[in-house]
């Protein structure tokens, strides 16, 4: 139950905040200068109005955890924390004398009252008005678009690891419940070393075991160890590497020789440095199918976008007519990658721009790429740039039935290039006007560098629920910092 009195604490020791807690210090301002009661509202429906005991403020909650998420600190070294730091009672309301709350109270609310509760637009838009309304930045202004990656907490598997244990805990469940045929070769020590070999191996043990073994089955700790076996195959195959804990990390590139394991967190930004628009995902996702949702985002959080500005991964074809029908400008060089989009079929292909290929629905870049020229009747060339992916990863892919055609052994994507709409930004882009406004898209690689230096280059737990509270709290607070900096 939520008390709705506001009490204000009183204490004979409350002077010692302003012997030793500066006027400037980051927290303090934090505490005097922003109004956090939008906390309350939105986690209202989470409590209960006439049952149970009164239950600790919300706002203070929300505080505890901006500390963890800024500090990169666990439930009980914050707790530990706050007990001796002046700065950090005085952010969180409390008296110089009086105890923090237990640690397991902090874990119940991040886990249980902020499940399903979405806050990044709630504290962006509470920053981005009240940089609007201080006249630190017009209403109506262009924003700079760009992702960053954010590496997972937990270590990435090999393929041929993660299956040789899954299919070891599969025979070790049979043979402790005196099921494993000694005789079968199936059941045999393996000495397998490659990936493409132990697939095989992996699928025709769940063959097996689903041919003979029906009945026992129906046991728990075989079903287990088959459905787990059965569903960390189907991972493999699609991502080609997993992750035990975390189900929703992916590997993304940053490069065709670097790749990382962990989120992609794409962004909107001023070039006042303040943060308008944001979306998590998995770290395989391309830049382009978010440009549409930031800007969309943007406008929510109370921005009037009239222009925006990109690398090459923001001039794709879908995001070309959404600027020309909604009269915003786009700055963003074209790539001849993505002039001509993507198709609009069932195998969606996306285009990673930092490893400057497409990258397909299974998560593999190609290995090869060809430029080939055609010239029709009118004598008219047109150019074809075709995208050539490894057989051995494709042979072994969960997708190769409906992605490969028949008789073929390897993927090849092929993309025609320049539309008409890329002709004109072509043309747009060899403008003063353009050349002028490109040079400002690095003032959001320093923002990133910013939002790592804050802690945000790790995730600081799993799942993509938990990724989307990070990033809400972590660009709260950057976007706060940069207020207090230049009022």
């Not at 905040?17 to 209202?44: C, G, Q, T």
């Not at 440095?273 to 943007?298: C, F, H, R």
């Amino acid at each position: 139950m939520l008390d709705t009195q506001t009490r204000l604490p009183l204490s004979n020791y409350s002077d010692l905040y302003n012997i030793i807690i500066p006027k400037n210090d980051m927290w303090r301002r934090m505490a005097d200068e922003i109004d956090y009661s939008f906390v309350r509202r939105e986690l209202k429906d989470k409590y209960s109005e006439n049952m149970g005991r009164t239950a600790v403020d919300p706002v203070v909650l929300f505080k505890y955890l901006m500390i963890k998420i800024i500090k990169d600190l666990s439930d009980r070294d914050l707790v530990a924390q706050v007990r001796c730091n002046m700065s950090y009672k005085y952010f969180l309301g409390m008296n110089p004398e009086d105890m923090p709350i237990d640690a397991t109270l902090l874990s119940f609310f991040r886990r249980k009252r902020l499940k399903d509760v979405t806050m990044i637009n709630t504290l962006i838009s509470q920053t981005v008005e009240m940089a609007i309304s201080r006249n630190m930045m017009p209403r109506k202004e262009i924003v700079i678009l760009d992702s960053t990656h954010t590496k997972s907490m937990f270590a990435m598997y090999k393929p041929l690891d993660i299956l040789k244990m899954r299919s070891r805990e599969l025979r070790k469940s049979l043979y402790e419940k005196n099921l494993q045929a000694a005789s079968e070769k199936i059941f045999n020590d393996h000495q397998i070393k490659d990936s493409v070999e132990e697939i095989a191996y992996c699928e025709k043990l769940l063959s097996y075991v689903k041919a003979n073994y029906p009945i026992e089955m129906a046991l728990t700790i075989v079903l287990e160890k088959y459905n787990m076996l059965e569903e960390t195959l189907e991972d493999v195959q699609r991502r080609y590497t997993i992750s035990i804990k975390d189900k929703d990390v992916r590997v993304g590139h940053k490069n065709k020789m670097t790749d990382f394991f962990g989120y992609k967190t794409h962004i909107a930004m001023t070039p006042q440095g303040m943060i308008t628009g944001v979306v998590v995902t998995s770290g395989e996702k391309g830049d382009s199918d978010y440009a549409a949702t930031l800007v969309d985002e943007s406008r929510k959080n109370g921005m009037d976008i009239d222009s925006v500005l990109g690398d090459g991964a923001y001039s794709a074809q879908d995001f070309l007519k959404k600027g020309k029908e909604e009269s915003f400008k786009i700055y963003a060089k074209l790539h001849p990658a993505i002039t001509n989009g993507y198709r609009k079929d069932e195998e969606r292909f996306d285009f990673n721009k930092d490893a400057n290929c497409p990258v397909c629905p299974a998560g593999h870049i190609p290995v090869k790429e060809k430029t080939y020229i055609k010239k029709s009747k009118t004598n008219k060339e047109h150019k074809t740039l075709k995208y050539y992916f490894d057989k051995n990863i494709c042979q072994c892919c969960a997708l190769r039935d409906t992605c490969l055609k028949k008789g073929t052994k390897a993927r090849i994507y092929s993309i025609a290039l320049h539309t008409e709409e890329q002709e004109e930004q072509k043309t747009f882009q060899q403008t003063e006007e353009f050349k002028e406004k490109y040079k400002k898209r690095g003032l959001i690689e320093a923002k990133f560098g910013e939002m790592k230096h804050m802690g945000y280059d790790k995730a600081n737990s799993y799942g993509l629920e938990a990724m989307s509270l990070q990033a809400a709290v972590s660009i709260y607070v950057t976007n706060l910092k940069k207020i207090f900096r230049i009022t």
